[in-house]
């Protein structure tokens, strides 16, 4: 490169020249450039002028350009002795000259890429090149530094951070909900160690999920493709055990501690009743019975629905239910009003822990009646029969009572609207016997009820 050095070999006839330090005998030595390859001229001169150059040519080439950064692949495991991988950068194999080292834990090792430029080191069987390797311990992070080194002597070095992390702990105990339910392709839910794998295992049928950032897992039979054993058939009713498995990403798993969580459930409950109610009562009492004869089954619940109102009832132990609208608080919905003339729906419900339902079969079954019946009248009567029969007229259907000379008699008018007492053969309802009666005028007090307890008397 334009500079001539007188150099002394030494005793063992080797010689070197530091272009840095060195002062050229003659000539002016000129820059050294990245990619550039130099002569260097070697001459022995003897004291007779006769000389001998080196064979050699370009012996010099200078490069300054670092090789391609190799990369270390991040790593949690339960193992160790792990098998710690990564790449040479380039994607193929390592270029002639080239080598590449793998340091960590206090040992490097000399690892040879594969031809698509991946390396390995399986901590268990290398052999280091230089250092002692170190025990990985429980919970640390370990730096791993992967290093390119060309035949310049130019490195180059991942650019990544505590690649390794060993971790032998379990995770925490996964969980799966108790569910009962009539859905025989049900959704199934649990808790696991965030982030982790999640192994389902229901009826034979394996399904893989993975916990979220709030630690929840869930799992839809219906919809979810089974990752062995399926598909997954609609179950049956009856009791399934549902096994989890948690495992993390080192590698270790726990399972959960429960069993039989799910019950398939798709019997209908009980129907209920609601008795028929026609009343002048505007804050009415509702009644009806859960169609067993005996109190409500553990797990199932009553509602009563009625104008715009739910009420939740507990039968008692015959099964009889009320629901008394003037002093009950509805479980949900505002109670209307009730109006005369109108009758209502009331629906009641049984709901069983797996949300199967029953509804009684009647319609409209409370009637609302505040206007009094027709005013009921009593027929004259002369007779010389001192146990007469009375009669008259009165709201079809209702109720008669009818008083003479302070006995009491109930009758009922009939479908034409007329009512009659034979106090000769009638039995008093109240102030009996009846006294067969002597010459002279009787008032006959007639009193008309409707079903609805509505009233009105003679005039």
Same mark, same amino acid.
């Given at each position: ?40 001229? @070697? %001459?022995? =001169? ?7 150059? *080196?064979? !050699? /040519?370009? #012996? +010099?080439?200078?490069?300054? &350009? ?59 069987? @290398? %052999?280091? =090149? ?7 311990? *429980?919970? !640390? /992070?370990? #730096? +791993?530094?992967?290093?390119? &080194? ?82 997954? &058939? ?226």
């Amino acid at each position: 490169n334009g500079a001539t050095y007188t150099v002394t070999p030494d005793a063992s006839g080797n010689w070197s020249v530091d272009t840095e330090t060195a002062t050229p005998t003659s000539g002016t030595l000129g820059t050294f450039n990245d990619g550039t390859s130099y002569e260097v001229v @070697a %001459t022995v =001169t003897d004291a007779a002028s006769n000389s001998a150059s *080196d064979a !050699t /040519s370009n #012996e +010099v080439s200078i490069d300054t &350009t670092a090789p391609a950064t190799p990369t270390v692949n991040l790593l949690t495991t339960n193992d160790v002795t792990p098998v710690i991988t990564g790449t040479n950068g380039l994607g193929t194999s390592q270029p002639a000259g080239e080598t590449l080292t793998v340091t960590v834990n206090g040992a490097t090792y000399t690892v040879t890429p594969d031809a698509s430029g991946n390396w390995s080191v399986d901590t268990e069987t @290398a %052999t280091p =090149t230089s250092g002692t390797l170190g025990t990985f311990n *429980d919970g !640390t /992070s370990y #730096e +791993v530094v992967a290093t390119v &080194t060309d035949a310049a002597s130019n490195s180059a070095s991942d650019a990544t951070n505590n690649e390794v992390s060993i971790d032998t702990t379990a995770p925490a105990t996964p969980t799966v909900n108790a569910l009962t339910t009539s859905d025989n392709t049900p959704v199934v839910s649990g808790t696991a160690e965030i982030g982790s794998t999640v192994v389902v295992v229901i009826n034979g049928v394996t399904f893989t999920t993975t916990a979220d950032a709030s630690g929840n897992w869930s799992v839809d039979t219906e919809t979810a493709t089974p990752t062995a054993g399926g598909p997954f &058939t609609p179950l049956t009713d009856g009791d399934y055990d549902v096994a989890v498995t948690s495992t993390d990403a080192a590698g270790n798993s726990s399972s959960d501690a429960t069993n039989n969580e799910l019950t398939i459930n798709t019997s209908i409950p009980t129907a209920p009743t609601v008795n028929l109610l026609t009343t002048n009562d505007v804050t009415p009492v509702i009644t009806g019975t859960n169609g067993l004869g005996t109190s409500q089954p553990a797990g199932e619940t009553l509602t009563v629905t009625v104008n715009g109102a739910t009420y939740t009832v507990t039968p008692d132990a015959s099964g009889n239910w009320s629901v008394d609208t003037e002093t009950a608080t509805p479980t949900s919905g505002t109670l209307g009003t009730f109006n005369n003339g109108t009758s209502y729906e009331v629906v009641a419900t049984v709901t069983d822990a797996a949300s199967n339902s029953a509804s009684d079969a009647t319609s409209n079954e409370v009637s609302i009646d505040t206007t009094a019946p027709a005013t009921p009248t009593v027929n004259a009567l002369t007779t010389s029969d001192n146990t007469p029969v009375v009669s008259g007229t009165a709201e079809i259907g209702s109720t008669v009572v009818v008083v003479i000379n302070g006995v009491t008699f109930t009758t009922t008018a009939d479908a034409s609207g007329d009512w009659s007492v034979d106090t000769e053969t009638a039995t008093p309802t109240a102030g009996g016997p009846f006294t067969p009666l002597t010459d002279g005028d009787y008032d006959v007090a007639v009193t008309s009820t409707d079903v609805a307890g509505n009233s009105s008397s003679d005039a």
